[in-house]
């Protein structure tokens, strides 16, 4: 069997947002790194601006996260803790992407089961 180049099937990145603007949901798909980072925090930054609190992020078909990434999310709760009682919770993270919140020590602040 020849594999070509469109046999990967990597999943293009996105976020959807939906919800209520105090308590927005996003849904993020595929790969949080040095290109897609920057992305992601601008919707979080346009998120805050306009007055989430709670943010809940979708993680089922995000397959990697890099450290631009964890930065991207760390730099958003610790803004949402200094700026009053916000929360930023991450649920359904696959087992690759759940062990690199394990080995960093995030789990506890970001992950939710």
């Known amino acids: 069997m020849d ?6 099937m990597v999943t293009p990145f996105a976020v959807e947002v939906s919800g209520d603007p105090t308590a927005p949901r996003l849904v993020v798909r595929g790969e949080i790194d040095v290109a897609t980072s920057p992305q992601l925090r601008n919707e979080l930054n346009s998120l805050m601006a306009r ?3 709670h943010i809940t992020i979708e993680f089922s078909d995000v397959s990697f996260v890099d450290s631009s990434g964890l ?3 760390v730099g958003t709760y610790k ?10 919770r ?3 993270a696959q ?3 759940r062990k690199v919140f394990e080995i960093t020590g995030l789990e506890s602040a970001l992950l939710e089961d």
Request: charged fraction near 20%; charge should be negative; avoid cysteine.
């Open 90 to 92: 991450i649920i359904g």
């Open 3 to 8: 594999v070509g180049e469109g046999s990967l």
């Open 79 to 88: 803004r949402l803790r200094e700026e009053g009682s916000g929360t930023i």
């Open 71 to 73: 930065g991207v999310l």
């Open 95 to 97: 087992p690759s992407v």
């Open 51 to 53: 007055g989430a609190q």
